[in-house]
Nanobody, 119 residues
């Protein structure tokens, strides 16, 4: 059974930083691309960042480019999202997701974790 468990969320002031972590189990982690998504109240789900299975390539959504960094540790089955220069607009529930290499969509999702940025 695949499990993705996010941690590291919370409340931070604008301009501050948080680091989200996602621990994966029940899968061969190095066979999966990993991504972070978010959903703010009243809005649709938004892609935040993604990283290929070997970490060679990364993708960032335009609103977070230059402020967020995604990384992974395949030895620890963990993917991280370092979030700097946080803005109130970054307030959302953040989700970790996994996509098998040959799949066209993210098939596995964590339960989500709240990030709140106060102004």
């Amino acid at each position: 059974q695949v499990q993705l468990v996010e941690s590291g969320g919370g409340l931070v002031q604008a301009g501050g930083s948080l680091r989200l972590s996602c621990a994966a189990s029940g899968l061969t982690f190095s066979d999966f691309d990993m991504g972070w998504f978010r959903q703010a109240p009243g809005k649709g789900r938004e892609s935040v960042a993604a990283i290929t299975r070997n970490g060679d390539n990364t993708y960032y959504g335009y609103p977070v480019k230059g402020r967020f960094t995604i990384s992974r540790d395949n030895a620890k089955n963990t993917v991280l999202l370092q979030m700097n220069s946080l803005e109130p607009e970054d307030t959302a529930v953040y989700y970790c997701a996994a996509r098998e290499v040959h799949s066209s969509r993210f098939d596995y999702w964590g339960q989500g974790i709240q990030v709140t940025v106060s102004s």
